[in-house]
Every structure is written in structure tokens, then in C-alpha cells.
């Protein structure tokens, strides 16, 4: 009988556990969601008292809002209006007298993917939306008005918005947690130990099924 040899297994636990692809962008909802592995978690903010947001942290739902900077510099609330209608974060983070104010959306778990639907992202005020690793300035994908998304190959925690004298509009935030990727390599591994115990006095295959 041929066995398995542990150098096959050892492959299947990398392969499991990376390489990560590339980072990708959308401004198509079906698109975003179909990359990322399914519809996500979504924050529509619908449950977040409207008003102005205090400096620190702003529980927002199933995020987190951290608002920092100085006191000084632009504004940052709830209400309803240009995206859909329903209730929405409204942003001025930076000043032109060059003070500034950092929004923070923190995630309950790391994730792979975040969209939002936004308004005004793209005009005079170029938002900017960064992960742990990389950015993505809407105006350079045509967004103003709309979705906009993007997946990414390594976790992150949150995503900074940044956007100089202007304010922007953001609702209907939607995000997809790290999926267990080592749940597969520990289904290797698992797979290695079954293998160890079916040969007589639980003895590893050697390379090529040699004894």
C-alpha cells in the first residue's frame, strides 16, 4: 500500500494557510460580496442615537466610531440625509486651516472586506478610506456618489477616513470577517495524525510511500 508521504500534507497545510491575494476594489455591491465570500456583516447605523459624535470612542451598532484630533477642527455626527435618506455619519475630518480630525471605524473582529455607500466622497474633499495596509482615495475610482468596496488579502482591525475641507457622507458600512483559514490547516494536520495511527505502530510515511 502506497501511503501519503508528510512532505504532501506539509504542502496542503501551506496552501491552506496562504499565500494571500492581492488587494481588489469595487463600486458594485454583487461584485464586492462575491469576492468576499458572501453578503457580510452590515451596519446601517439605523440604531445609533442621531447627533454629534464625542471625541473617543462612539459605539455605533456592530462598530465602533473612534473620533481624535483636535477639538478645534471640523465636525462629525449622525443624521439622515443624502445617501438614502436614513440615518448616516456625516464627516468634516480636516480643515483648510490645517487642523484635523481622524474617524476611525473599528471592526468587533479583524476582516478581509469593507463597502459603504457614500455621497460627496469624491468632490472638493477627495475621501480617502484606509485599511492597516493600504489606501484608496475614491475620487481615483470615479466614485462621488455610491458603492464602493474592497477586499483584501491580509486582515485588518479598521479603516481610517480621511478627507481635507469638505464633508462626506457614509451609510450602510458592510464587512467580512477573516474567514478560518487555519481551520483548514489544522484539518491537515489532523489529516497527518490520522495518518500516523493507521500504519502499524503509528509510523510517518516516508517521502515518496518508502518504509
Same mark, same amino acid.
Given at each position: =500500500?502506497?501511503?501519503?508521504?508528510?512532505?504532501?500534507?506539509?504542502? *496542503?497545510?501551506?496552501?491552506?494557510?496562504?499565500?494571500?491575494?492581492?488587494?481588489? &476594489?469595487? $463600486?458594485?455591491?454583487?461584485?464586492?460580496?462575491?469576492? #468576499?465570500?458572501?453578503?457580510?456583516?452590515?451596519?446601517?447605523?439605523?440604531?445609533?442615537?442621531?447627533? %454629534?459624535?464625542?471625541?473617543?470612542?462612539?459605539?455605533?451598532?456592530?462598530?465602533?466610531? *473612534?473620533? +481624535?484630533?483636535? +477639538?478645534?477642527?471640523?465636525? /462629525?455626527? @449622525?443624521?439622515?440625509?443624502?445617501?438614502?435618506?436614513?440615518?448616516? *455619519?456625516?464627516? $468634516?475630518? &480636516?480643515?483648510?486651516?490645517?487642523?484635523?480630525? $481622524? !474617524? &476611525?471605524?473599528?471592526?468587533?473582529?479583524?476582516?478581509?472586506?469593507?463597502? #459603504?455607500?457614500?455621497?460627496?466622497?469624491? &468632490?472638493?474633499?477627495?475621501? +480617502?478610506?484606509?485599511?492597516?495596509?493600504?489606501?484608496?482615495?475614491?475620487?481615483?475610482?470615479?466614485?462621488?456618489?455610491?458603492?464602493?468596496?474592497? @477586499?483584501?488579502?491580509?486582515?485588518?482591525?479598521?479603516? @481610517? !477616513? +480621511?478627507?481635507?475641507?469638505?464633508?462626506?457622507? =457614509?451609510?450602510?458600512?458592510?464587512?467580512?470577517?477573516?474567514?478560518?483559514?487555519? @481551520?483548514?490547516?489544522?484539518?491537515?494536520?489532523? /489529516?497527518?495524525?490520522? !495518518?500516523?495511527?493507521?500504519?502499524?505502530?503509528?509510523? *510517518?510515511?516516508? %517521502?515518496?510511500?518508502?518504509?
Amino acid at each position: =500500500m502506497r501511503h501519503v508521504p508528510i512532505v504532501g500534507l506539509v504542502a *496542503l497545510i501551506v496552501c491552506a494557510t496562504g499565500p494571500r491575494a492581492e488587494a481588489q &476594489t469595487f $463600486t458594485n455591491l454583487a461584485a464586492w460580496q462575491a469576492a #468576499a465570500g458572501g453578503a457580510g456583516e452590515l451596519e446601517d447605523l439605523e440604531g445609533v442615537a442621531p447627533g %454629534p459624535l464625542v471625541l473617543g470612542s462612539n459605539p455605533a451598532g456592530l462598530v465602533e466610531i *473612534l473620533l +481624535t484630533g483636535d +477639538t478645534a477642527s471640523g465636525n /462629525a455626527f @449622525v443624521d439622515g440625509g443624502a445617501v438614502n435618506g436614513s440615518r448616516e *455619519l456625516t464627516g $468634516t475630518v &480636516t480643515t483648510n486651516q490645517g487642523s484635523s480630525r $481622524t !474617524l &476611525t471605524l473599528v471592526f468587533p473582529e479583524p476582516v478581509i472586506a469593507f463597502a #459603504a455607500s457614500f455621497a460627496s466622497a469624491s &468632490t472638493g474633499n477627495h475621501l +480617502t478610506v484606509s485599511s492597516a495596509s493600504e489606501s484608496y482615495r475614491l475620487a481615483d475610482f470615479g466614485v462621488n456618489d455610491g458603492f464602493f468596496g474592497f @477586499v483584501e488579502g491580509s486582515p485588518f482591525d479598521a479603516v @481610517v !477616513l +480621511t478627507s481635507p475641507f469638505e464633508g462626506f457622507q =457614509m451609510d450602510d458600512v458592510r464587512f467580512v470577517p477573516e474567514p478560518g483559514a487555519l @481551520v483548514a490547516g489544522f484539518a491537515a494536520l489532523a /489529516a497527518l495524525g490520522a !495518518l500516523a495511527r493507521a500504519r502499524p505502530g503509528g509510523r *510517518l510515511a516516508k %517521502p515518496g510511500g518508502v518504509d
